[in-house]
């Protein structure tokens, strides 16, 4: 079954902290980040384990609530760069590349 | 290191012919997985081919199939094309469940 993201869509202003979340009604092994400027392919971002701990590089992190089988994309002081959609892609088990998308956030920064 | 390469970029095809999209995965990944992705169903899961052996398969007829060869190179058909056949394929190699890197895709349009 496709996991949720949610919001849709968001529109910031560069600066400005954004959260995109991905809820899955599943139990999850592993969830994946990515992010798709229009025309380009899906750029991978960072991957959240069962039992990891929340990780993150320059001003993008995320995290992974395994009780609730729910990870959260932080982008803080957004640059314009971050415009984009992003996906959560969630796989059951460990070893498959075998990804389940949600819809995408579409990520607009203004300046 | 060079990157995922599919080809051909575009192709445009007529209601009941087939096809066949080409991916090179990046050198020592040995696992190639297929998405395609429509405006309305997002990016969807195709097949996974690891060492040759299809490991996965997503929910897609028996029109799409797909191969991978001892050099891990992958090629995916679809037969008797239809006009909701239109999207973007992607590819995505990977060591195997780990980060997966996608390629520029395939824009099949169907007429």
């Known amino acids: 079954q496709q996991p949720v993201q949610s919001p849709q869509a968001v529109i910031l202003r560069e600066g400005e902290d954004a959260v995109i979340n991905c809820s899955s009604s599943?139990?999850?092994?592993?969830v994946h980040w990515y992010r798709q400027k229009h025309g380009e392919a899906p750029i991978f971002l960072m991957i959240?384990?069962?039992?990891?701990e929340q990780k993150g590089h320059d001003k993008i992190s995320a995290s992974f609530n395994e009780k609730k089988q729910q990870s959260s994309l932080y982008l803080t002081a957004s640059q314009l760069s971050y415009s984009g959609t992003y996906f959560c892609?969630?796989?059951?088990?460990?070893?498959?590349?075998?990804?389940?998308f949600g819809q995408g956030t579409r990520l607009t920064i203004n300046p | 290191k060079a990157g995922v390469t599919q080809t051909p970029r575009y192709l445009i095809k007529t209601r009941g012919q087939q096809v066949t999209l080409s991916c090179s995965p990046i050198?020592?990944?040995?696992?190639v997985s297929w998405y395609q992705q429509t405006p309305g169903q997002g990016l969807q899961f195709l097949f996974e081919?690891?060492?040759?052996?299809?490991?996965n398969k997503g929910n897609f007829p028996g029109r799409f199939s797909g191969r991978q060869f001892s050099n891990s190179r992958s090629e995916m058909n679809v037969s008797t094309l239809e006009l909701g056949d239109s999207a973007l394929y992607l590819c995505?190699?990977?060591?195997?469940?780990?980060?997966?890197?996608f390629g520029s895709g395939t824009r099949l349009t169907v007429v």
């Open positions: 081919y690891f060492s040759e052996t299809q490991r």
């Open positions: 959240l384990l069962k039992g990891g």
């Open positions: 050198s020592g990944h040995r696992s």
């Open positions: 892609g969630t796989a059951p088990i460990q070893g498959a590349q075998k990804l389940v």
């Open positions: 599943k139990a999850l092994y592993s």
């Open positions: 995505a190699s990977s060591l195997g469940g780990s980060k997966g890197t």
